[in-house]
């Protein structure tokens, strides 16, 4: 599952995180995950839960942040809200946006003990 390997990598980043700078525990943890990701947010949070226990990530908060995707329409030259990545632009009907915003997942902001 794609959701799965997504929480086992932010596993291996905080714990590299935690390598560098030594911590106990993450009590909070803030994700920036677009709407254009392709992530179940649901999915997300229930592998989160898999994951969590008996880690440096046990008992941590998540709280998700969802920018909207957002793509330049070349034809009308606009910047348009893009709810999937394969819409075409509102405005003229056009396909082939450039997506130029929600297509990311990163750790935005952690808090650590
Ligand atoms: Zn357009």
Known sequence: MHEMSLCESILQIVEAEAA?????RVT???LEIGALAGVEIDALRFCFE????????AGAELDIVEPPGEARCVPCDKTVLLTDRYSCC??????????????????????VE
Request: with cysteine; hydrophobic share 40%.
């Open 28 to 30: 909070w943890l803030q």
């Open 50 to 57: 898999a994951v969590a226990p008996n880690t440096i990530l």
């Open 90 to 111: 509102p405005h003229c009907g056009a396909y082939g946006l450039q997506v130029t915003g929600g297509d990311q997942m990163r750790i935005k902001a952690m808090e």
């Open 20 to 24: 560098r700078e030594p911590f106990m």
